[in-house]
């Protein structure tokens, strides 16, 4: 098992800047992909970023947030951070925290992710 706790959140005006961080723990040697996925209100919950967990940190984004946001692993923390800049209006959500032993090949599908954080709120302001 892993438990992952995400931290970060708040509320900025669009074209600022906000990093989101998720701490995890439990069995990590298991991790094979962590990520973060969004859910807005009256929407399905989509994937954002995720990074492979062991030796190549591989990328993978989605394409709306491709050039402004990026994400990044510390393995020494066990914790995946999100660097996210120039934000707009549209990237408000509740962000989640996921990760999955599985080898998932960079799949930014919600049904390949095995655990979950508790989520952090992002709310950006026109």
């Known amino acids: 098992q892993v438990q992952l706790v995400e931290s970060g959140g708040g509320s900025v005006q669009a074209g600022g800047s906000l990093r989101l961080s998720c701490a995890a723990s439990?069995?990590?040697?298991?991790?094979?992909?962590m990520g973060w996925f969004r859910q807005a209100p009256g929407k399905e919950r989509e994937g954002v970023a995720v990074i492979f967990y062991i030796g190549s940190r591989t990328t993978y984004y989605t394409s709306s947030v491709k050039g402004r946001f990026s994400i990044s692993l510390d393995n020494a923390k066990d914790t995946v951070y999100l660097q996210m800049n120039s934000l707009k209006p549209e990237d408000t959500a509740m962000y989640y925290c996921a990760a999955t032993p599985r080898f998932v090949g960079g799949s930014l599908g919600v049904k390949d992710y095995d655990y979950w954080g508790q989520g952090t709120q992002v709310t950006v302001s026109s």
């Open positions: 439990g069995d990590t040697m298991s991790i094979g992909y």
